[in-house]
C-alpha cells in the first residue's frame, strides 16, 4: 500500500508519531484507529492495477528532430472508478534533456467499465529504435489517502529516422540534372553518351557532333544531341568502422555520411539510376538491393535508421569483396569513409585496384571544419602550436587524397554540411562526362 501526501499531512494534525507512516497496518491501527481505519477504507475503494488493460497505437516512426504521439488507452474493467497518475516510460533519448518528467506523466479518471486514452508526445535525441519500457499506474481511493500501485508491460516501438536535412539541396541539383537530361532551355550539347535527337546547327555547336548523313539529306546542317547514360548501377557503401564512430562538432561522421548517402540516393533514383546500399565494417550492417524508385528512399532511410558505429577496425578486404558481390557489373560505387592515412594506405589502397579494374569508384570523407579554423588561429603560442598541427592535418589529408586520385579515384573532401552537396555535385559531374 503507498500512503500519500496527504496522509502524512493528517498525521501531522493529529500529533502521530512518525513511525505510523511505515506500512506495517498493525502499528497504525494500534496508534490511530480511526485514521488507520480511514486509510484502510480509502485503499480498498481504490481501483485495482492488476485488472486494468492497456492498448497503443499512434506514430511508429519519426525523423529525428521531428516530434512522435503515441497513444495508450486504458481499460478500467473494475466496478470501481480509477483516480490514477500514470507514468509512460521510455528510455531517456526519448525526449529532450529536462522534459521527460512533464511529457511522460499523465493523470487520468476512468469510470467503473469505460476507457480513456492518453497521449505521450516523444521527441527523439538520437537515431534507431526507441522501445517502450512499463506503464506505472498509483490507483488513488476517494480520499487521496492510499493508493495501490504497479506495472504493466504495454510494447510499442518507434523508430526515429534520420533527419536527411541535405534534402533541401534536392531542388537545385535536381534543376541542374534537367539540364544535363536537355529538359530545359539550356541545353548541354556533346555531352552524354546515349543519343537523344536530331537538330539544326547554330553557331557555338559542337562541329564533332553534326551528323553528315543526315545533313545530306536535308537542306541544312543537323546536328546529334545527347543526354547522360540512364539506368546505371549505384553501390553506396558506408564504412561503419571506428573512425565513423569519430565525431565532428555535434555530429557523429556516420550521420554525416548517411546524409549525404540519401541525398544521392534521392537524385539518382530521379536520374533514372539504379541505387543499392552496402554498411560494412566487419560483416555487413546493412545492405538495400534491388529496390523500386518508389520504395527506395523509404527503404534506405529505415535500413539506415538503426545504424551505429562499430568500435572495430574496417576490414578493407572484407569490404572490397562485399563491394565487388553486389556490383557485378560496371557500377559507380561510392564509398564513405574516412581520409585518414593509416586506414587508407594499410587498408584500401592494396584492394583498391580490384574495385578500379572494372567500376568508377568515388571516395567521400568527412572534413572537421574546426582543423580550418585552428590553421588559421595566431596570437599566442598555444594558437601558433595548434595551427602547426591543424596544418600539418591538412596536408596529410591532401596527400592521401593524391594517392587516391592516382589510382582513378574521384575525392570528396567536405564538411558535414557541404558533403552531401558537394557529393551530389561530383556524381552530376561523373554523369555528364559520360562516366558511369
Request: hydrophobic share 40%; proline share 6%; with cysteine.
Amino acid at each position: 500500500m503507498a500512503l500519500t501526501g496527504r496522509t502524512a499531512l493528517l498525521a501531522a494534525l493529529g500529533s502521530l508519531p512518525v513511525g505510523i507512516l511505515a506500512p506495517s497496518w498493525t502499528g497504525m491501527l494500534a496508534v490511530n484507529a480511526p485514521l488507520s481505519l480511514a486509510i484502510l477504507c480509502d485503499y480498498a475503494l481504490a481501483a485495482p492495477v492488476r485488472t486494468l488493460r492497456f492498448t497503443r497505437s499512434g506514430d511508429t516512426s519519426v525523423r529525428l528532430g521531428d516530434s512522435a504521439e503515441v497513444q495508450l488507452t486504458v481499460t478500467n474493467p473494475s466496478n470501481r472508478r480509477l483516480r490514477a497518475s500514470l507514468r509512460d516510460a521510455w528510455p531517456p533519448s526519448s525526449w529532450l534533456t529536462g522534459t521527460e518528467q512533464a511529457l511522460s506523466r499523465h493523470k487520468v479518471t476512468v469510470p467503473a467499465g469505460e476507457r480513456r486514452r492518453i497521449t505521450t508526445v516523444l521527441r527523439p535525441t538520437r537515431r534507431g529504435d526507441r522501445q517502450a519500457e512499463r506503464v506505472t499506474v498509483r490507483s488513488y481511493g476517494p480520499l487521496g489517502l492510499a493508493a495501490r500501485q504497479g506495472n504493466h508491460k504495454v510494447p510499442w516501438t518507434v523508430r526515429v529516422l534520420p533527419p536527411f536535412a541535405s534534402r533541401k539541396h534536392l531542388p537545385s541539383r535536381l534543376a541542374r540534372l534537367r539540364e544535363l537530361d536537355g529538359r530545359t532551355s539550356v541545353l548541354i550539347r556533346g555531352q552524354g553518351t546515349e543519343f537523344d535527337s536530331l537538330r539544326d546547327y547554330v553557331p557555338g555547336d559542337d562541329t564533332r557532333s553534326i551528323d553528315w548523313r543526315a545533313t545530306a539529306r536535308q537542306t541544312t546542317v543537323a546536328v546529334r544531341t545527347w543526354r547522360p547514360e540512364r539506368d546505371r548501377h549505384i553501390l553506396v557503401v558506408l564504412d561503419t568502422g571506428r573512425t565513423s564512430a569519430g565525431r565532428v562538432g555535434d555530429v557523429p561522421r556516420l550521420d554525416a555520411s548517411m546524409d549525404a548517402a540519401l541525398l544521392l540516393t534521392a537524385l539518382a533514383s530521379r536520374a533514372g539510376d539504379r541505387v543499392d546500399l552496402l554498411a560494412y565494417d566487419r560483416r555487413v550492417r546493412a545492405q538495400v538491393q534491388g529496390r523500386t524508385a518508389g520504395d527506395l528512399l523509404p527503404s534506405m532511410v529505415n535500413a539506415l535508421a538503426p545504424l551505429e558505429p562499430e568500435l572495430i577496425e574496417t576490414d578493407a578486404r572484407g569490404l572490397s569483396a562485399a563491394a565487388l558481390s553486389s556490383a557485378p557489373r560496371r557500377s559507380l560505387i561510392v564509398l564513405l569513409t574516412s581520409l585518414d592515412a593509416a586506414p587508407i594506405e594499410e587498408g584500401l589502397l592494396p584492394v583498391l585496384p580490384q574495385l578500379t579494374k572494372r567500376h568508377t569508384v568515388l571516395v567521400a570523407a568527412v572534413a572537421d571544419p574546426h582543423i580550418q579554423q585552428m590553421s588559421t588561429a595566431r596570437g599566442s603560442v598555444d594558437a601558433v602550436y595548434d595551427a602547426a598541427a591543424a596544418t600539418q592535418t591538412q596536408a596529410q589529408r591532401r596527400r592521401t587524397a593524391e594517392q587516391l586520385q592516382r589510382h582513378g579515384v574521384t575525392v570528396v573532401d567536405a564538411t558535414p554540411e557541404d558533403l552531401a552537396p558537394a557529393l551530389a555535385d561530383a556524381y552530376l559531374a561523373l554523369k555528364a562526362a559520360g562516366r558511369l
